[in-house]
């Protein structure tokens, strides 16, 4: 046993295991987390690329389709740009991890793309006047600027990162409109234009020009000091690019023999246009569309370049991250895994000690609990308690030890299991037993009663009267009904059987005369089929306890309608429709499910009595019965699938005399009184 004791290292080799496989999960996640990282800096980096290429495309577009040139090679270059882009974020868009926030954002940039077709239709057309042209790619750019905001992974300022790219991206978009509405303004026929339009104009290239401000302070708000470095160095060295081009021009101009008045500094530009000036005046000064367009051009351009570098940082700083993680989780599984080897192998060692007695201790429990127990529970359950045999075989362990100790303890709690067993289904048979005297006792009281009744009958000549007699023997013959209910339950057979094939039709209608309302019970279309002799009875009770239902739980004024079909496997469908309250889909399925497969006896089966002898009864013959939702939505349908062992196809038509003689077998011997309420039925 000392060595037994050893076994106690398992409890450091679990312990070792769940912190390792924590450890290595936490890295797996991170990993996981950088690796979502990455795919959502691609996204980002797609999505800027395709909200610049778009807002380019617009602002290269106004020239020419101003003039009315639509179809322009710059303006078609510029789309398929843009479309190129398109095409490259739906590929990252594919690739994303499917959150919340990335799904809402990707769905707010399509719903911005339906609108693109349509715009590039109508631009600068009288359908699509310059500002709400210039304004309408709005509708793209922003939602896939706004992607931005979910970058942050792994950046030192995880919290402004984003809204620093979406800063500087909100500067970009503020330039783009700034350079096509100045450029419009420069080049547009003002006497076209409908009253008011210039001073709409001019009031949004000036907030325009006030945005690209507000957007800078918000990128000095969130960027670091590199940031600001980063940006400061590209405007000057747009504006020195620019000072160039300045002095290039002039210098052609000059060698050309033509006059060049060098343009100003792009914001004097920007405030000369938006103070309403003619574009004369504004060429006076050096402003024209070129000068214009090629100055905020290289502000644009710088302004993108600070974009695409903090993408491409974020994109570069997720895949360190995720390359990172991923080696960290390599390294922790191998280290995990060969602790837990380590671990493993002693635990093994130690266990080769155990003996032979507990493996064949665990085997033999195992045996009992699985196999040998619930096969004799079953064996007590469905069979007379005293012919199966209870005896319970040992585990085949001799030592005296713990082990063996244990051994006879669990033999002990099997002995104790298979008596109370045997105890429970010797009592369910003695009641099964008083089931049955019981009810054979009421059967004997209820057939004086018919026979009383039945006399009563012969001698009334009044026939209120006699109509109230009819109803008394009805409802004796429920009675009696009962009783053969208990019979069932108890797993009687009936006392006696009908000793003839019989017409379905008439068992159909013997069936029908055992129902109180007998009268609402309509036939139609019964095919002419015979019914074995020794299943007669049986069904004939099992069709009165699904007419019953049918009948009590439907409308008085409706008819309960039975119809029978034979299938083309040679069985017959018996179907029962009623216009009743119906049942909910739960309970129906549960009522199936007991019809199929009919449980033991116990007192929920009191509630469904009747169902519950119908599943017996069934099975008995192996009928299947099943109820069903009616087709028109209101009320039930019970179908009886009759199988071929029980029936077999008529020569003749039905016989009547057949159905009254199966009327007198029911009751056990007294006719005339259900014969005759057969009559009154079968006359209405």
Do not use: C
């Amino acid at each position: 046993m000392a060595r037994k004791l050893q076994a106690i290292l398992l409890i450091p080799v679990i312990v070792a295991l769940v912190l390792g496989g924590i450890r290595v999960k936490r890295s797996v996640d991170t990993w996981q987390d950088a690796d979502d990282a990455v795919r959502v800096a691609e996204l980002v980096q797609a999505a800027n690329k395709y909200a610049s290429d778009a807002i380019d495309e617009r602002d290269v577009s106004v020239i020419p389709l101003v003039k009315g040139d639509r179809t322009s090679s710059v303006v078609a270059k510029a789309r398929a740009i843009t479309d190129a882009d398109a095409k490259a974020f739906d590929e990252a868009v594919q690739r994303m991890p499917k959150t919340a926030g990335l799904q809402r954002r990707v769905q707010l940039v399509r719903t911005g793309e339906k609108q693109l077709a349509s715009v590039r239709a109508n631009a600068f057309t009288s359908r699509l006047t310059g500002v709400q042209t210039e304004e309408s790619y709005h509708a793209v750019q922003h939602p896939l600027m706004e992607i931005s905001n979910e970058l942050g992974f792994g950046s030192s300022n995880q919290a402004s990162f984003g809204r620093t790219l979406y800063a500087g991206s909100l500067t970009q978009a503020a330039e783009s409109l700034i350079r096509a509405i100045g450029t419009h303004l420069l080049i547009e026929d003002r006497g076209k234009l409908a009253q008011g339009e210039l001073q709409v104009q001019l009031g949004s290239f000036s907030s325009y020009v006030y945005l690209e401000q507000v957007a800078l302070q918000e990128y000095a708000g969130a960027g670091t000091d590199e940031d600001m470095t980063r940006l400061r160095n590209a405007l000057s060295d747009a504006e020195k690019r620019g000072k160039d081009q300045a002095e290039k021009a002039q210098t052609q101009a000059e060698a050309a023999g033509t006059t060049f008045v060098a343009p100003p500094s792009l914001d004097k530009m920007a405030a000369e246009i938006a103070s309403g000036k003619s574009a004369a005046q504004l060429a006076a000064q050096g402003i024209t569309p070129e000068t214009f367009f090629a100055a905020s051009t290289l502000s644009f351009d710088a302004y993108r370049s600070v974009e695409v570098y903090l993408t491409d940082s974020a994109l570069a700083d997720a895949h360190s991250i995720a390359d990172d993680a991923r080696n960290d989780a390599v390294i922790n599984a191998a280290l995990v895994l060969a602790a837990v080897l380590a671990a493993f192998l002693l635990a093994a060692w130690v266990a080769r000690t155990m003996s032979t007695s507990m493996r064949r201790l665990s085997a033999s429990a195992l045996e009992i609990a699985e196999q040998r127990l619930p096969a004799l529970l079953t064996q007590l359950t469905r069979a007379i308690p005293g012919r199966v045999d209870a005896q319970v075989a040992r585990i085949p362990i001799t030592t005296t030890d713990e082990i063996g100790e244990v051994a006879r303890a669990f033999d002990h709690v099997h002995r104790e299991a298979v008596r109370l067993a045997a105890e429970q289904a010797l009592l369910r048979a003695n009641i099964n037993t008083i089931f049955s005297n019981l009810a054979r006792r009421n059967q004997s009281l209820i057939e004086r009663q018919l026979a009383l009744i039945t006399g009563l009958e012969g001698k009334e000549a009044d026939p209120e009267q006699l109509e109230n007699l009819f109803k008394l023997d009805h409802l004796a013959t429920r009675v009696r009904r009962n009783g053969e209910n208990l019979l069932v339950l108890g797993g009687e057979t009936p006392a006696q059987q009908w000793d003839q094939p019989l017409p379905l039709v008439d068992v159909i209608r013997a069936a029908a005369s055992e129902v109180e309302q007998y009268e609402r019970v309509e036939l139609s279309g019964v095919p002419e089929t015979q019914i074995h002799g020794r299943a007669v009875t049986d069904l004939v009770h099992l069709l009165a306890e699904l007419l019953e239902n049918a009948t009590t739980f439907s409308s008085p004024h409706s008819n309960v309608l039975v119809t029978a079909a034979r299938l083309p496997d040679g069985r017959i469908m018996v179907e029962i429709h009623d216009r009743g309250i119906g049942l909910p889909p739960g309970e129906l399925a549960d009522i199936n499910h007991h019809l199929a497969d009919p449980p033991t006896v116990d007192v929920a089966i009191s509630q469904r009595m009747g169902l519950y002898v119908v599943g017996r009864l069934a099975d008995r013959h192996g009928i299947r019965v099943q109820l069903r939702p009616h087709e028109e939505g209101q009320g039930t349908t019970a179908l009886a699938m009759l199988p071929d062992t029980i029936t077999y196809r008529g020569t003749g038509a039905d016989s009547d005399i057949d159905t009254m003689a199966l009327a007198a077998f029911t009751n056990n011997g007294f006719p005339e009184g259900t014969a005759r309420g057969y009559e009154a039925w079968n006359d209405r």
